[in-house]
């Protein structure tokens, strides 16, 4: 399966943006399609992930009740929805997919599939 993520830009500070991440397939059906992001000298860091086929969402607590991740079975794509973005936002977003659920969702190194990050840049 091949991820391509796109909808990152520059806004202000409140603004909101949405992210999209389009799979080639559905391999990540009995897993997860996730979001996470990177800032430079820093770990990635989990923001939100999708278990597909129970249809359960879950989110970092740096965005919960700021942003919301949902998805289009039909173009098996998931969208990450953030609103209120603050300049602690600014980082480079990357989509990703695993095959396997699992509790830890938040776990960057149990998704094996990545696609290209995209900027997201939310000035003051």
């Known amino acids: 399966v091949q991820l391509q993520a796109s909808g990152g830009g520059l806004v202000q500070a409140g603004g909101s943006l949405r992210l999209s991440c389009a799979a080639s397939?559905?391999?990540?059906?009995?897993?997860?399609m996730g979001w996470f992001r990177q800032t430079p000298g820093k770990e990635r860091e989990f923001v939100a992930a999708?278990?597909?086929?129970?249809?359960?969402?879950y989110y970092a607590d740096s965005v919960k009740g700021r942003s919301t991740i949902f998805r289009d079975n039909a173009k098996n794509t998931v969208y990450l929805q953030m609103n209120s973005l603050k300049p602690e936002d600014t980082a480079v977003y990357y989509c990703?997919?695993?095959?396997?659920?699992?509790?830890?969702?938040?776990?960057?190194?149990?998704?094996?599939?990545w696609g290209q990050g995209t900027l997201v840049t939310v000035s003051s």
């Open positions: 999708y278990r597909w086929s129970a249809n359960m969402k």
């Open positions: 397939d559905r391999t990540f059906s009995n897993g997860a």
């Open positions: 990703a997919a695993r095959t396997v659920w699992a509790i830890d969702y938040w776990n960057s190194q149990q998704y094996s599939i």
